[in-house]
DNA sequence: CGCGATTTGATTGTGCACAATCAAACGTGG
DNA sequence: CCACGTTTGATTGTGCACAATCAAATCGCG
């Protein structure tokens, strides 16, 4: 045989089309908020941490500069956050929530519970989902292959 | 309280990050073939189905013209699909590999099981996932919110 | 101090994703 | 036959992702 297998028994095809299905559902949400699904990550990060330098931003969401310098300017330029230099060091860039950035919050706290109950799995499958998804993330980012 | 929850009690981050950390291992195996993975998606469709229409390999992939059609055109530039109208209905393209396209094919037999056993899950924890993932995919795309 | 190596973020270029719009081809009722 | 609505793919525009490169700031070591 040797026949390459077919989409339905790849997993990580399975994979693909979750993330990509389940960020549409992210999308209708956010589009009442005027966001997309990565600076909706952001802003999360934001919220919880206060301000945070870039390096630190990329390194919670496993995302480059060359994604977030232009990201993070589009939401500077709707005025959600604000950049400065670093005192200490010049080459960093920081980055926090504006006021306005900030009132986000509040209309987003119901978000994840609306997703997680359109989702509809039982709480012990979604920790176990979660367990096997952060297990491979692990995997695939520490084995060079 | 009413605190949004962090990046690490989202389920969808978890989801996002797995998958690109996924596509990443991909990246570096296509890296030799040439292709990058939405690429190698098309072709998986077509070696299993040979000819297709642009409409039925969007509908096998859940992607829209707007992300095929360039796609396509690569790979046609590559020399890997040839696209020509269809006899009966002049509005459909239909797209199949060329013998360059199906030689790729042996080249990347290996390639699945590699990513496996990188990713390095048991069979079973694999299944739960595939049946997890896919059950995510279905509420999420039948859903509207 | 001074100079090479490192760190940090920005820039550039390619390739997805997806919404919105468009034009050509088809099909059907009158 | 023909006008109208539908289907099919292409095009356009915005916004991620990521590799590669760059410049400025900092650090380390002699």
Chains 1, 2 share one sequence.
Do not use: N
Request: proline letters at 4%.
């Amino acid at each position: 045989m040797a026949e390459t297998a077919g989409l339905d028994r790849q997993i990580c095809f399975s994979l693909y089309a979750a993330s990509r299905a389940v960020t549409g559902l992210y999308r209708q949400a956010l589009g009442e908020l005027g966001l997309t699904y990565p600076q909706y990550l952001v802003l999360l990060v934001l919220w919880q941490r206060g301000e945070i330098s870039v390096g630190d931003l990329g390194a919670a969401l496993a995302l480059d500069s060359g994604t977030l310098s232009p990201l993070l300017k589009r939401l500077e330029a709707h005025g959600l956050v604000d950049r400065s230099r670093g005192a200490a060091d010049e080459r960093t860039v920081l980055v926090r929530p504006t006021a306005a950035g900030l009132e986000l919050r509040e209309r987003a706290t119901g978000l994840p519970d609306r997703l997680a109950s359109a989702i509809g799995l039982a709480p012990a499958e979604f920790r176990q989902l979660q367990d096997l998804l952060d297990r491979v993330r692990a995997a695939a980012t520490s084995h060079p292959l």
